[in-house]
């Protein structure tokens, strides 16, 4: 195996699993879907059918309709079953997200006035400790081909984002073809770290590089924090946002940006803390670990941040203020959120006192119509 600070791709990067937390957690992470026949998810009602309008209020206490959703995952019934049938999630029960189902998933949406949500998958490289090489492609092809299966079932509801396992740098770039030219993904999903390596690593370049030949949109998604034992605090409401933050100064510090200039990032969550610090990057200069004022204020606008869980009063006029209106997406973090989740992250932003009109229409729609065409025109 090379190693990951030669600047050569791995061949095979070590994953590790903790085995008490395997089977509860994976499931829990493993967002994957798998190919289903179409009458899997034909729906009857009314919502299905005819997805809230831009131009129409919702029902509910919702005020804004039309919303594009693009942080939401799925994990549909064939793809839970292979996960099942390898011992990554237990037979019955389970986390919330990985007992999705389309019904609930249009009812929610529907209720929160999101006219379309872009689906994604990621799972964490920790968890894919004792699969081998054969069996990551397998579960990586499912679930890819469930994503578009959704997604061909309600075109004007669904886009996806395909996930690439990065612990394989050549089922990564075989994903990312088959995803992109076959599928017709949205763009692709990673994790924020493998095996203990963060986005910014140059074992990871072989795989940005054909992103950014593509010009692909990539979603990322945090987990715990690599080489961080447990702690008192859910890894949710810290670890999750550190990671974030981690990978993003990690792709500044070692200027993945530049050198990979065409990729479209969102970073969920609001972008952890990044956002909040980025200041620290310039005044880091000073301690030998930092970037200049320019560098700095040119990688805030770099990314995109969707609104999953950090909107409220104290938070909104920061993220404006670091990235502007244009570079901000809706986001629910649905089915992970919860039911009530997504109904309080959709309050916060019809309720923020910082977001005046025109902003919050970027927000909701204007915003992910530029970032994702192809979805637009699915919509009409």
Not at 11 to 21: F, G, I, T
Not at 74 to 93: E, F, K, V, Y
Not at 227 to 244: H, K, M, N, Q, S
Not at 279 to 297: C, F, N, P, S
Request: charged letters at 20%.
């Amino acid at each position: 195996m090379n190693d990951a600070g030669d600047g050569q791709a791995p061949d095979d990067l070590d994953v590790s699993a903790n085995p008490n937390r395997r089977t509860a957690v994976l499931g829990a992470a493993a967002l994957g879907a798998a190919a289903l026949t179409p009458t899997a998810f034909q729906v009857t009602s009314a919502a299905a059918a005819d997805p809230p309008s831009a131009d129409t209020a919702s029902s509910g206490t919702f005020n804004s309709a039309g919303r594009i959703d693009v942080h939401q995952h799925a994990n549909p019934p064939a793809s839970r079953q292979w996960l099942i049938d390898h011992g990554l999630l237990p037979p019955s029960g389970g986390p919330p997200w990985a007992q999705w189902d389309l019904a609930s998933t249009l009812q929610i949406m529907d209720q929160t006035g999101v006219a379309a949500a872009v689906l994604s998958g990621p799972v964490p490289a920790e968890f894919l400790s004792g699969l081998t090489a054969d069996l990551i492609r397998e579960m990586t092809r499912i679930g890819n081909d469930g994503l578009a299966e959704v997604v061909r079932s309600q075109p004007k509801r669904f886009g996806f984002f395909a996930y690439l396992p990065l612990t394989q740098v050549d089922i990564a770039l075989e994903a990312a073809a088959y995803a992109l030219d076959t599928l017709k993904a949205d763009g692709v999903s990673v994790n924020m770290h493998a095996a203990g390596l963060y986005l910014g690593d140059p074992s990871f370049d072989p795989v940005l590089a054909e992103l950014n030949r593509r010009k692909a949109v990539v979603f990322t998604h945090p987990f715990n924090l690599a080489g961080c034992g447990g702690t008192p605090v859910a890894e949710f409401l810290v670890d999750f946002l550190a990671d974030t933050t981690r990978a993003a100064v990690k792709m500044v510090l070692a200027g993945t940006l530049t050198r990979f200039p065409d990729i479209r990032w969102i970073l969920p969550h609001g972008g952890g803390f990044f956002p909040y610090m980025a200041g620290r990057l310039q005044l880091g200069t000073y301690l030998g670990a930092g970037v200049d004022e320019a560098t700095a204020v040119r990688a805030l606008k770099r990314f995109y941040y969707d609104t999953a869980m950090p909107t409220s009063p104290h938070a909104t006029p920061s993220l404006l203020a670091a990235a502007g209106a244009d570079r901000i997406l809706y986001g629910s973090d649905w089915p992970a959120a919860t039911a009530d989740g997504a109904r309080l992250n959709a309050r916060a932003i019809d309720t923020d006192p910082f977001l005046d009109a025109a902003t919050r229409r970027r927000v909701n729609r204007e915003n992910a119509q530029r970032l994702l065409p192809a979805l637009a025109r699915r919509m009409g």
